[in-house]
């Protein structure tokens, strides 16, 4: 059963850019506590942690699954930041759901694909979390339009995009490539179908373009350039140590 109050993140552009964050992967109650506890005195209001970890290649460190649900629920008795997570399964949105989490994402591969799409969208039917949609790995705007389609044809509370760059071709100075145009490609893919009235808040993810914690800054910067409605990050409370994502994630 999905928690009544509201989950609102955007019902329209923000004074000041919202921001999300917390560690590329949940792996123990003692780091997502502590992780969140010193994101909530910098003012953040959103925490993310991945509990299902899609891996490239098999044997990898896949995520704690179930387990951290708790730990997310403690943090948000805790602490009183909203708390999400990725979901890559329908069978996923269904365990989000039942632990009231406030928010989830569907990641990048996730949105590649309109059948899983289509599949974890029947398990949003009318949910009351914020349901936050990554872009395809491709640059395909119409085909990240599509999900988010998908999604709100299901009566969810709200649908926020993220800009999280897209596969190189023939550079990897950074992890993923912006694609900075996709933003305005999206928005008019979005007010052509749902209107003017209909406002759709975009977040960066700038920790999956950049790849590096060197070149964070700068693509925040750019970011803040087109009309973005804040940023996902992704921050551990020992970055080097991190079993996912070590190279990108600040403290």
Known sequence: MDDPSSHSMLEEPPA??????????????????ETAEALKALGVTHYRAALWKPRTRPG???????????????VKALT???VGTE???????????SAQLDFVWLGARTVSNPFM????????????????????????APLWMGAIERVKSR???EVVAILRGCTPVYTKRMRNSPHWEMIEELRALYESRYGQAEYLPILLDPSHIAGRTDLLEAVCRTGMLYPIDGFMIESHRHPDQARTDASQQIT
């Open 16 to 33: 000041k850019p919202l921001l999300v964050a917390g560690p590329c992967s949940a792996e123990s109650r003692l780091q997502v506590l």
């Open 60 to 74: 990898l460190f896949e995520g704690v699954g179930r387990e951290g649900l708790a730990w997310l629920q403690e």
């Open 80 to 82: 009183g930041l909203r």
């Open 87 to 97: 979901v890559c399964l329908p069978e996923q949105v269904d365990e989000a759901r």
């Open 117 to 140: 799409v289509e599949a974890i969208a029947e398990h949003l039917e009318g949910a009351s979390q914020t349901v936050l949609i990554k872009n395809p790995i491709s640059p395909d």
């Open 155 to 157: 009566g969810v509370a």
